[in-house]
């Protein structure tokens, strides 16, 4: 707000130089300015109010609770690989450099294509329409994602790590509404100072950013003049698709391998509904707790042999499994 009103201020002082209603402007910079003053003492006045110090203790431990799944969200971003395959069409680009020597008269290449990245699959363009068209066929061909068992747990590890990420994001933004709703803080508040509401009740709000890993098929003309990229986002749907298609080429392949089940979306919300949305260490229920944070864990983890089947998984909650996990 006080930007904005810095900015009304410098425009109307602009004005007033080269217009004749100078003293019109002057006093409409007067009326911003003790506007401005009026505002900034009511704000003073409303976080050092008693009714705002007894909400502030009221909701202290939501707050609490809210900060720690925040922290909870940075954890699983930095300790989890994200990323499943990559592409061999510039792992040795670096060994070279490129420069262009065109005269000035020349027009120079508009379209460069990535060579240094292994997330980007140059291509002829009739490959990367194709890979438009069937997705996860290309995908796995091209970024060396095989339909083996090795692979396919790799690939649940990321699609569980970003689920749990989607789940914890989704329930951070339920608490902070949750919290905006319990404390209904007046509406000059919640418009011009939000982020000091926040700071000042003590919120600790993350970046509320998922690392999706992203691969790129690309097409650039010889001489730079035309492109063509698609791109695919390994979100949660995404992931889903390409687990189901690889156990069905295991199956194929091997008809005693693939027969467990997937960690898919529906899956996952298979496991919860079975074990009635409860953890099944603490037994803190949804109907307790309405915004509890539940997850589906591998009693024994796929990276020392467990599989996704329904003898190996359980309902947690947040706390119960970071605590597995840190053990």
């Known amino acids: 707000m006080r930007n904005l009103i810095i900015g009304l201020l410098a425009v109307m002082l602009t004005l007033s130089i080269i217009s004749y209603a100078w003293p019109l402007i002057l006093a409409l910079m007067i009326i911003a300015l003790v506007g401005l003053v009026i505002v900034l003492i009511m704000k003073n006045r409303y976080f050092s109010s008693d009714q705002f110090k007894e909400i502030k203790n009221e909701i202290a431990s939501v707050v609490s609770e809210h900060n ?36 000035w008269k020349y027009r120079r290449d508009r379209n460069v294509a990535d060579y240094g990245s292994e997330f980007v699959h140059n291509a002829g363009l009739q490959v990367v329409r194709n890979a438009q068209a069937d997705p996860i066929k290309y995908l796995m061909k091209y970024f060396d994602i095989p339909a083996t068992e090795e692979k396919l747990a790799e690939v649940e590890e990321v699609g569980e790590s970003i689920s749990r990420l989607e789940n914890a994001i989704a329930n951070l933004k339920k608490r902070e509404d949750a919290i905006a709703i319990t404390v209904s803080p007046p ?31 690309q097409y650039v003309s010889a001489g ?104």
């Open 68 to 103: 720690e799944i925040s922290k909870y969200v940075d954890e699983i971003r930095g300790g989890r690989r994200f990323n499943i395959g990559k592409s061999t069409s510039g792992m040795h680009a670096h060994l070279a450099k490129s420069k262009n020597t065109s005269s």
């Open 187 to 217: 509406k000059y508040i919640r418009t011009f100072f939000l982020k000091e509401f926040q700071r000042q009740l003590g919120l600790s709000i993350p970046a509320l950013q998922i690392p999706y890993p992203q691969y790129k098929f």
């Open 224 to 327: 730079g003049n035309s492109s063509q990229v698609t791109s695919i986002t390994l979100n949660g749907k995404t992931i889903d698709t390409l687990l189901e298609t690889m156990a069905e080429k295991i199956k194929f392949r091997q008809s005693a391998a693939g027969q467990r089940a997937l960690m898919t979306a529906s899956f996952r919300n298979h496991i919860k509904t079975r074990d009635n949305f409860t953890c099944q260490y603490c037994s803190l229920s949804v109907s307790q707790e309405p915004n509890l944070l539940l997850e589906v864990d591998h009693i024994q983890p796929l990276s020392k042999g467990g599989l996704s089947v329904e003898q190996n998984l359980q309902t947690l909650c947040w706390r119960c499994n970071r605590t597995k996990s840190n053990k």
